[in-house]
């Protein structure tokens, strides 16, 4: 069993730029692929980027390529989303994920690959 918690939340104008992490309990074979996916009210979760083995590979979602920069640090058990350029349609509910293989299945991305989550951060970003 993993427990995640996520931090580094908040409010920020179009723009600028925050930091999420994510604190794993620790680090397992459960924690291999980690990654942020992010739900707004009435969507789908949706992946936003995946690491697998603490960085062999990186995975990102279109729309944040370029932008978004995931990073591991297993000494600390945390895992990092930089955002940066931040626009309105960031804004939502980001989560942390992990699990064995998840991010090996399809895009890297598939919100159903992943079996451990934490309660999410709270995004919002005003134009």
């Known amino acids: 069993q993993v427990r995640l918690e996520e931090s580094g939340g908040g409010s920020v104008q179009a723009g600028g730029s925050l930091r999420l992490s994510c604190s794993a309990s620790?680090?397992?074979?459960?924690?291999?692929?980690m990654g942020w996916f992010r739900q707004t009210p009435g969507k789908e979760r949706e992946g936003v980027a995946s690491?697998?083995?603490?960085?062999?590979?990186?995975y990102y979602a279109a729309a944040v390529k370029g932008r978004f920069y995931i990073a591991q640090d297993s000494a600390k058990k945390t895992l990092y989303l930089q955002m940066n350029s931040l626009q309105p349609e960031d804004t939502a509910m980001y989560f942390c994920a992990a699990d064995k293989t998840g991010c090996l299945r399809g895009s890297g991305l598939q919100a159903n690959a992943f079996n451990y989550w934490g309660q999410g951060t709270q995004v919002t970003v005003s134009s």
């Open positions: 620790a680090y397992t074979q459960s924690t291999t692929c």
């Open positions: 690491i697998y083995a603490g960085g062999t590979a990186s």
